[in-house]
């Protein structure tokens, strides 16, 4: 039986909210956006960095391989355009699914049991994480000039935090009369600094990753090779359809 995402589990990240009925599926976008909290269930991309990628919803079991869950909102996952193309129809068999080979299923795997980030990179720990990062080059330039910034963005963070708690722990008593107003001062500034610095992120984020996220990636066609020849050796331990069933012209 093909493997499907389930509703929720309590220790998953993502919560769905109580599953509506709707004649269409795109009417499931509001909530697939506020349930994976704006952000892409692969990449985890978020809208506010995308800037030019839209999202799209995405059919964890794709339409073509499992019509009956075109409306199941389990099966829909909020997704980037970039991550959606990749993945387009992509359906390992049933003898891959076994040996551990499908895509991360957000709502049910927890990210850390499956990747590691190493710098800008992410690096597989499970057949999950390494099948998924192949077929949608979740280490594509655009992806690691993102995960830059918000190393950037949190280290920076981070400094900050400390200044004000170093700030906060002084001995204002040991210090001469005429400074211990200004250090006061300092010390109000440096909290009202932190207590908007998530506001401060995200509109670096939305000024920094505007062109950079689009840009064209010089390498993608040397990585595409190398992920296609890892794919295709997966194929071959796993003989069967990888993709939904194609629609056959009618004969006129």
């Given at each position: 039986m093909t493997k499907t995402p389930a509703k929720v589990l309590a220790s998953s990240l993502i919560v769905r909210s109580t599953d509506p009925k709707f004649d269409d599926y795109r009417e499931y976008k509001p909530l697939l956006r506020k349930d994976f909290f704006h952000s892409c269930a692969y990449c985890t991309m978020t809208e506010a960095e995308a800037q030019a990628i839209r999202f799209t919803i995405d059919h964890y079991e794709p339409q073509k391989a499992r019509p009956d869950l075109v409306l199941a909102y389990h099966n829909l996952m909020?997704?980037?355009?970039?991550?959606?193309?990749?993945?387009?129809?992509?359906?390992?068999?049933?003898?891959?699914?076994?040996?551990?080979?499908?895509?991360?299923?957000?709502?049910?795997?927890?990210?850390?049991?499956?990747f590691e980030q190493s710098e800008v990179r992410i690096n597989p720990k499970t057949k999950i994480a390494d099948y998924t990062i192949e077929s949608l080059d979740l280490n594509r330039a655009a992806l690691r000039r993102l995960r830059e910034l918000r190393k950037r963005l949190w280290d920076c963070e981070e400094a900050v935090m400390q200044g004000i708690l170093a700030l906060r722990g002084a001995h204002l008593d040991r210090l001469p009369p005429k400074l211990r107003g200004q250090i006061l001062t300092a010390i109000r500034g440096?909290?009202?600094a932190a207590a908007s610095i998530a506001n401060e992120i995200d509109k670096v984020l939305h000024t920094l990753t505007k062109s950079d996220l689009i840009d064209e990636d010089p390498e993608s066609e040397a990585r595409a090779k190398e992920?296609?020849?890892?794919?295709?050796?997966?194929?071959?331990?796993?003989?069967?359809?990888?993709?939904?069933?194609r629609k056959t012209k009618k004969k006129a």
């Open positions: 909020y997704a980037c355009d970039e991550c959606n193309l990749r993945k387009s129809d992509r359906s390992p068999p049933e003898s891959a699914r076994k040996d551990g080979y499908r895509f991360f299923c957000a709502d049910i795997d927890e990210f850390q049991d499956h440096a909290q009202g992920r296609a020849l890892k794919l295709d050796g997966w194929k071959a331990l796993h003989p069967g359809s990888w993709r939904g069933p």
